[in-house]
C-alpha cells in the first residue's frame, strides 16, 4: 500500500529535529504522498519516495527510489524533484526500475565514480554509516582510479567474477599499474604496485562491490570469494630505546643546526604521545588541556578522542609560546593553516639516526610496544592510543583518566628518557605472551590427552609454580 499522509510537512525544522534510532525509519511528507525523509541509525538523513510500479495497484510492484542526501538538497529541493518523479510514475513511467536497468550496465570506472558520489562512507565500527575523512575518501579513489580502471574500468561491473579479481591482485602484484608521469610544475604523480599495494586496492574494491551490491547494481560481492590475501599480516616495526635514544639525539643536532623547532617539537611530541601524525601537526590549542594533563582531539580518526599525556609531553607544550594570530599549536609560517613543513626534518632525522625506513608512524607502535613490555594493561594502553577496535573498546570505554594517565606518565617517561639520552637497557621487549593460566590449563589438557598420568601432570605444574610466582599466586 501507499504511505498514508502523516499530517507533517518535511521542512527545515522537521528534518533537523528527526534523530538518529536504533533502527531506521521515515517520516513521510504531509503535503506529497510517497514523499519521505530517511534516517538510518547512525543519524544519516536521505530523501525517498515510494511507490507501485507500472500504473499502481496492489499486485504491482513496489519501488524506492532515493532523491539525495539531506544537505546536498534542501527539504524544498528535494520535494520538487519527487513531485516530478511521481509525476512520470503516474503517467506509466518507473523511474526506479529505469535506473536499476542502467546500473547494471555500468562499467567499473562509471561505478567508480558512482562510488565517490554516493558510496564512501565508514563501512564497520562505531562510526559505519558517516563519511570518509577527505584525506582518506582521496586516497582511496586515487588507488580505484591508478588500478581498478587502467585494468578493469570498461568492463561491466556485474560481470566482473572471483577469477577476474584474482587476476587483477596478480597484476598489480607484478606492477602492471606503476608508473612515473608528471602532470605540472613540480608535481608528479607516482604509482607503485607491488603485494602491499594490491592488498590495500582489493579492500577498496570489495567496499565498491558491497555498495553496489547494496544498490542492486551487482548480485554478489566477487571479492568476498576471491582466493586474495586482503590483510597485511605483518610484524609492525617500533623502535628499542638504544634507537629511541639515536632519534632523540639527531632531533637535538637539528634543531642546534637552526631547522625550524616547530618540526623538531612535532617529531619530539610524536614520540612522546603515540599520537598519529596529522594530530600533532594540526593540534589546536583548544585540544590542549594542560592542567588535566590530556589532549582532547575533536575530530581524530576515530572521531573525538581523549589522549592522556605524561610529564616531558606536558613540560614540552608549556614551552610552546601562542601564537596571537592562530588556533594552532603548530601554526604555518604563512597562511591560516597548520605547519606542514616536517617532511624533510624528518628525513634529515632518520638519515642522522641511522634508522632507515622509519616513519612517524612507527613511534606510534613504539608507545604500544613500551606499554606492553612494562606491563601496562590493554586497557590503559588503549586510553593512551586512543584506539577503537570495537573487539578494544568494551575493554577501555570506561578507563578513568587518572589510572590512564598515569600510565601514560609510566611509559612516555621511557621515551623521554630515551629521547634525553638517558636510556636504561637500550630494549623494549616483545609483547607479553597470553595469560599464563591459559596455557597451563592448555598444557594439562593436552597432557591429558596424551595418556600422562594426573600426578605427572600435577608434578610438572607444581615445578612451574615453583619457577613462576605469577602462575603461584594463581594457580589453574
Excluded at 69 to 89: C, H, Y
Excluded at 213 to 240: G, Q
Aim: charged content about 30%; aromatic content about 4%.
Amino acid at each position: 500500500m501507499m504511505a498514508k499522509r502523516s499530517g507533517v510537512a518535511l521542512t527545515k525544522r522537521v528534518v533537523d529535529a528527526a534523530e538518529k534510532r536504533d533502527r531506521r525509519y521515515h517520516v513521510w511528507d504531509g503535503e506529497l504522498t510517497g514523499f519521505a525523509l530517511r534516517v538510518e541509525p547512525t543519524g544519516v538523513k536521505t530523501f525517498v519516495i515510494k511507490y507501485r510500479a507500472e500504473g499502481g495497484g496492489r499486485s504491482a510492484k513496489q519501488r524506492w527510489l532515493v532523491i539525495g542526501r539531506f544537505g546536498a538538497l534542501t527539504p524544498d529541493q528535494a520535494r520538487k524533484i519527487a513531485k516530478a518523479k511521481l509525476g512520470s510514475v503516474a503517467a506509466g513511467a518507473d523511474p526506479a526500475g529505469e535506473l536499476q536497468a542502467r546500473r547494471r550496465e555500468m562499467t567499473m570506472a562509471a561505478l567508480i565514480d558512482l562510488y565517490e558520489k554516493e558510496g564512501c562512507v565508514i563501512q564497520r565500527g562505531k562510526r559505519q554509516g558517516e563519511p570518509m575523512k577527505p584525506t582518506t575518501k582521496a586516497y582511496t579513489l586515487a588507488r580505484l582510479r591508478h588500478h581498478v580502471v587502467p585494468l578493469l574500468g570498461t568492463r561491466r561491473a556485474a560481470e566482473i567474477n572471483p577469477g577476474d579479481i584474482e587476476r587483477f591482485v596478480a597484476d598489480v602484484t607484478a606492477g602492471k599499474t606503476a608508473k612515473d608521469e608528471k602532470v605540472g610544475p613540480r608535481k608528479r604523480i607516482i604509482v607503485r604496485g607491488g603485494a602491499g599495494a594490491a592488498r590495500k586496492v582489493v579492500r577498496d574494491f570489495s567496499a565498491v562491490f558491497s555498495f553496489a551490491r547494496r544498490n542492486e547494481i551487482v548480485e554478489s560481492n566477487p571479492c568476498e570469494t576471491a582466493a586474495v590475501r586482503k590483510t597485511d599480516n605483518r610484524r609492525e616495526r617500533y623502535l628499542t630505546l638504544e634507537e629511541v635514544t639515536r632519534l632523540g639525539a639527531a632531533l637535538d643536532e637539528l634543531e642546534a643546526e637552526g631547522v625550524n623547532v616547530k618540526a623538531v617539537n612535532i617529531a619530539r611530541l610524536w614520540a612522546l604521545t603515540g599520537c598519529r601524525r596529522t594530530e600533532i601537526a594540526g593540534l589546536r590549542w583548544s585540544e590542549v588541556n594542560l592542567d588535566e594533563g590530556v589532549l582532547i582531539l575533536d575530530d581524530s580518526k576515530t572521531g573525538k578522542s581523549l589522549r592522556p599525556l605524561g610529564g616531558a609531553a606536558i613540560a614540552l607544550l608549556r614551552s610552546i609560546d601562542k601564537a596571537a594570530d592562530s588556533e594552532f599549536v603548530f601554526p604555518a609560517e604563512r597562511g591560516d593553516g597548520h605547519f606542514q613543513g616536517i617532511k624533510n626534518t624528518w628525513s634529515k632525522a632518520i638519515k642522522k639516526a641511522k634508522l632507515p625506513g622509519v616513519t612517524p608512524h612507527t613511534l606510534r607502535h613504539t608507545i604500544g610496544s613500551t606499554a606492553t613490555s612494562t606491563g601496562e594493561a590493554l586497557a590503559l594502553t588503549g586510553a593512551i592510543l586512543g584506539h577503537a577496535n570495537p573487539r578494544s573498546t568494551a575493554i577501555y570505554a570506561h578507563v578513568q583518566i587518572d589510572p590512564s594517565r598515569q600510565a601514560a606518565e609510566r611509559v612516555s617517561g621511557k621515551i623521554a628518557a630515551a629521547l634525553a639520552g638517558k636510556a636504561g637497557d637500550g630494549q623494549i621487549q616483545k609483547p607479553p605472551p597470553a595469560d599464563i593460566e591459559l596455557i597451563v590449563r592448555s598444557l594439562v589438557e593436552s597432557l591429558t590427552q596424551q595418556g600422562v598420568k594426573a600426578s605427572e601432570i600435577g608434578a610438572l605444574v607444581s615445578q612451574l609454580a615453583a619457577n613462576r610466582p605469577d602462575v603461584a599466586a594463581n594457580p589453574p
